[in-house]
Antibody
């Protein structure tokens, strides 16, 4: 069974940093690209970033480019999202999701940016 | 970026009804359109991928159709367990999502 489990969320002050993790199981993690997707309270879903299976291709939404960094450790079956210079508008539930066509999602982890 | 317009945003129907939800893309997405179901407190679940392919384990009452810019999710006979929010995703160019349809039983 495919499982994606996010962690690392919480309350953080504006301008500070936070690193999210997503541990994958039930499939060969190193064979799949991965995404981070977020949903702000009361808002729609927004794609944040994508990384290919071997980390050769990385893409970001314009709203986070230069502030967020997606990475992965295939030996640890783990996807990361390093978030810096956080803003109130980054407050959201963050999901990791498998593959470009997004076939499996985690349950999400909440990030709240507030002073 | 490709914009996705989903309708309706809210839908109330009776058990056994045929239900349709629509997504319109701002440009041709070449059938790279998925449909998801999200129940309260749960992760989204893929129902249909690439317009009309039923994901493994999904009941056959769910189906998808469309081409070009216009796509439809159909539930042929609504069941009580289908109460959820449904949304579309285009993966032709980057990823963009529809705004969601909240489906309830009348």
């Amino acid at each position: 069974e495919v499982q994606l489990v996010e962690s690392g969320g919480g309350l953080v002050q504006p301008g500070r940093s936070l690193k999210l993790s997503c541990v994958a199981s039930g499939f060969t993690f190193s064979n799949y690209g991965m995404n981070w997707i977020r949903q702000a309270p009361g808002k729609g879903l927004e794609w944040v970033a994508y990384i290919s299976s071997g980390s050769s291709y990385i893409y970001y939404a314009e709203t986070v480019k230069g502030r967020f960094t997606i990475s992965r450790d295939n030996a640890k079956n783990t996807l990361y999202l390093q978030m810096t210079s956080l803003r109130s508008e980054d407050t959201a539930l963050y999901y990791c999701a498998r593959e470009r066509r997004v076939d499996y999602w985690g349950q999400g982890v909440m990030v709240t940016v507030s002073s | 970026d490709i914009q996705m317009t989903q309708s309706p945003s809210f839908l109330s129907a009776s058990v056994g009804d045929r239900v349709t939800i629509n997504c319109k893309a701002s440009q041709n997405i070449n059938k790279y359109l998925n449909w998801y179901q999200q129940k309260l407190g749960e992760a989204p679940k893929l129902l249909i991928y690439n317009t009309n392919n039923l994901q493994t384990g999904i009941p056959s009452r769910f189906s998808g159709s469309g081409s070009g810019t216009d796509y439809t999710l159909t539930i042929s006979s609504l069941q009580p367990e289908d109460v959820a929010t449904y949304f579309c995703l285009q993966h032709s160019s980057r990823l963009t999502f529809g705004s969601g349809t909240k489906l309830e039983i009348k």
